[in-house]
């Protein structure tokens, strides 16, 4: 909700703009609560400034909103109590209607949940500086300043950043053969067929579950598909259906009380699961917009 009233000059030209901060900070955080936060302090601090000396409108906000966004991931970074490395970024879950429309997995390609895990394992600078210039296309003069380093500095941070999304995997959008494989994950898992399971997960797949006590990494077919027989040996869920979340294959399961029990979503290169994330937390759940079950 906005605190801006749309009768204010300043604040029609901040509405005008709201949408793309948005954008801005949550490619930076990986958060929408946390990028609503961000925008809504730019919204205080346009609010304290003399607006006469604002010579371009849209590059001061970005750069607050840049300077903003540095702040929190530094912050981030500097707890020693919690480890952002495999912090899942949020997950937007949509009904899985068959094969996205061009414009969907054009938006899954870019904002997606595998850019949003790569940009994780960037630093805070080089991901404001990748984030900025190559997807703002913010001048590398401009993300110095925000910085405090030189137009040089700032290149060589987003061409490390480069480097490093380029290299990951590329992942394959949810299109026919992708919700194939996902469907064969889910039957092995529910007929306890390890050998099936271990066909379809990739060696290195890594599994990143969001649980109530906290994150939990597994690595390695092996253990991920031992995970898998016994979650479902468990047989906590009754109900389930195809999703998409964040524009990749995904699966949502309920409790027979209608309690949402998880949400995955799938990486999946060249015919096998190299990722699965899991949201198993009940907050984290009850905060998510969920489909009705099937």
Known sequence: MSDTSPADPVAEAFEAQRDRLRAVAYRMLGSHADAEDVVQEAWLRLSRQDTATIHNFAGWLTTVVGRISLDVLRSRQARSEASYDDRLPELV??????????????????????????????????????????????????????????????????????????????????????????????????????????????????????????????????????????????GAAVRGRAVLVNGLPGYVSWREDGAPLSVMAFTIVDGRITGISVVADPARLAAMDLPEPE
Do not use: N, W, Y
């Open 93 to 234: 879950v949509t009904v899985d209607d068959g094969p996205a429309p061009e414009d969907d997995v054009a938006l899954a390609d870019s904002v997606g949940l595998a850019l949003l895990v790569v940009l994780e394992s960037l630093g805070p600078s080089e991901r404001l500086a990748f984030v900025l210039h190559d997807l703002f296309a913010v001048s590398f003069d401009e993300i110095g300043q925000i910085l405090g380093k030189s137009t040089a500095a700032a290149k060589m941070l987003a061409s490390r950043a480069r480097r490093k999304v380029q290299s990951a995997e590329h992942p394959t959008s949810a299109g026919r053969e992708q919700r194939e494989v996902v469907q064969a994950f889910l039957s092995a898992a529910r007929r306890g067929d390890f050998e099936e399971l271990l066909r379809v997960l990739d060696p290195g797949v890594k599994l990143t579950a969001d649980l109530p006590h906290g994150v939990v990494v597994i690595l390695g077919a092996t253990e991920v598909a031992t995970g898998a027989q016994s979650r479902v040996a468990a």
